[in-house]
C-alpha cells in the first residue's frame, strides 16, 4: 500500500497523516489532544512522543539514515527474534527493519491516538497509545507445532538533559550481565549512575524503572509487563565515537531503558500460544 493508499484508509483529520518520506520510508505524523509523535512503518518505530507541556520524551539521533532496510537510530526499535548481533542478519533482529502494515488507528475518548500495526510474516501485532502516557504492547503469536523461542525488546531511547546528572532507580539489587566486561554477573545495591560505557543486562526484574534527569527536572517512570529483563546502555565517548550515525556527543543527551526479554529470560512460547509485552511510560 501506498501512503495515499493508507492515508485514506486510516487516516484522521487534523489527528493521524500518513506521508511518504524523500528515501521511501512511510511514516505516521500524530498530533493528539495529548501528545505529538512520529511512527515509521519500517519496524513499526516510533521515533518521536512529546506529551503535551513537555520536552521530547525520545531521543532520535539527527544522523540516523531513515532509509529502507537500514535501522533507525533512536526512538523504539522493536527487538525481535533476537537480541543483539547475529552472524548474517542485522543488529537486534529482522523485525526493525521489515514494514509493518496498519491495521487500525483511532482517537481513543481519553485523548490518546492509538494504532495497531501488524508484521504477518514474523506473527507479531504491536500497539501503541501516544497520549500523556506512551502505551506499547507487543504481541507475538506461535502459529506452529513447535514451541518458539525468541527475545524480544522495546530499546527504547530516552532524552536525558545530560547525562552526568542522570540516575536510575528500580534496578537496585538485581542480577546483572555487564557486556563491557566480559558478561561478568554482578548486582547493586545502588541506583545506578551513569560515568562511562554502561551495556547490563538486569534479569528476573519486572520492576518499573525511574530515570531521574538531574539537569532535565523531570523524572520518567517506566513500566512494563510480561519482560523480565531491563538492560541499560549509554554508549560513553569512545563507543559514540564509533557509531557513524550518532553525533559525537550523543551520548549525553540519550539513555536506553530497554524493556526487554533477553538472554536467560528469552521467552519458550508453546505451539499455539500468544505472548505479550506491555511498556506504560510516563514522565512526571
Ligand atoms: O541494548 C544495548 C545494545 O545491545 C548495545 O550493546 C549496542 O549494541 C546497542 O544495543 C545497539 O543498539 P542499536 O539501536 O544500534 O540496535
Known sequence: MTANDIQAQFGIPEVLRFEDTPAGLIRAMISGPQADATLYLQGAHLTAWTPRGQQPVLFTSSRSRFEPGIPIRGGVPI???WFGPREGGPMHGFARVMEWSVESAGLRPDGAVELWLAQASLHLR???ALGETLEMELEVSNPSNAPLRFESAFHTYFAVADIHAVSITG??????????????????????????????????????????DGAGRR?????????????????????????????PEDYLRMLCIETANA?????????????????TIRVA
Not at 183 to 195: E, G, L, T, V, Y
Not at 219 to 247: C, F, Q, Y
Not at 270 to 277: E, F, N, S, T
Request: proline share 5%; with cysteine; glycine share 6%.
Open 263 to 279: 538472554m536467560d529470560n528469552a521467552v519458550v512460547l508453546p505451539a499455539g500460544g500468544v505472548h505479550q509485552m506491555g511498556a
Open 79 to 81: 527487538v525481535f527474534p
Open 219 to 247: 523524572t520518567i517512570h517506566v513500566g512494563k509487563s510480561g519482560s523480565n529483563s531491563t538492560v541499560v546502555w549509554n554508549p560513553w565517548i569512545e563507543k559514540n565515537r564509533s557509531l557513524a550515525d550518532m553525533a
Open 126 to 128: 504491536f500497539r501503541v
Open 171 to 212: 534496578l537496585e539489587n538485581t542480577t546483572y550481565i555487564d557486556k563491557t566486561d566480559a558478561a561478568a554477573r554482578k548486582h547493586s545495591p545502588d541506583p545506578i549512575s551513569i560515568a562511562r560505557e554502561t551495556d547490563q543486562v538486569h534479569l528476573n526484574t519486572a520492576s518499573t524503572c525511574e530515570i531521574h
